[in-house]
């Protein structure tokens, strides 16, 4: 995962700082890559890229600086996998709603789960949506490149799918999966969701 971390130093003085780093070093945990840095011409702030898998690793890095440094985390994902993001998503068509709904649940209880974490901590968003035939049952399901990942680690087999852009999905879709962060789903939910559209 990758963050800009943007640096204020307290008082408008980077001398501290700077003396602290020629002494120390960046005093980066094991795991915490310092990708690229720019600073302001007036150096009164810093811009960071730091990547690592665990948030942890970054707020202990920062406990060695906080008193010499305000600071910012964003983050960030390089433009080339958001435009990924942007693009692709998985259309799966269901027959009836129940095997809609099973599907939706098991996805969104493996991504609240430890093992589902790590797409969690991804930047780009989760998305699951739907467009329902109240009348055949049968239901569209529109699933984002991250979720799709998600539901290959989760699964054993998954249903065949078409690709569609972004750009192409249905304006009208219900999105029952939607942000960084997903809470668990039970099967009777989703259900009630996709039967009770509102």
Request: charged letters at 25%.
């Amino acid at each position: 995962m990758l963050y800009m971390v943007i640096e204020t130093f307290r008082n408008g003085d980077p001398e501290p700082v700077y003396r602290r780093f020629a002494a120390k070093g960046r005093l980066a945990p094991a795991g915490l890559v310092h990708v690229s840095s720019w600073v302001t011409d007036d150096l009164t702030r810093c811009f960071q890229v730091m990547e690592c898998d665990d948030p942890a690793l970054l707020e202990k890095w920062m406990e060695q600086w906080q008193d010499l440094v305000r600071f910012e985390v964003i983050p960030v994902v390089t433009s080339a996998q958001a435009a990924a993001s942007a693009g692709d998503h998985r259309v799966v068509d269901f027959e009836r709603v129940d095997e809609t709904a099973t599907f939706i649940a098991a996805l969104a209880r493996y991504l609240a789960s430890p093992q589902g974490a790590t797409f969690q901590k991804e930047a780009e968003r989760i998305e699951v949506s739907t467009v329902v035939d109240l009348v055949t049952q049968r239901v569209a399901v529109f699933v984002s490149a991250r979720a799709w990942r998600a539901a290959t680690a989760a699964f054993p087999s998954l249903p065949p799918a078409k690709t569609r852009g972004r750009a192409d999905l249905p304006a009208d879709r219900m999105r029952l999966i939607d942000g960084r962060s997903v809470k668990p789903m039970g099967f009777e939910e989703v259900r009630r969701r996709l039967t009770n559209p509102a």
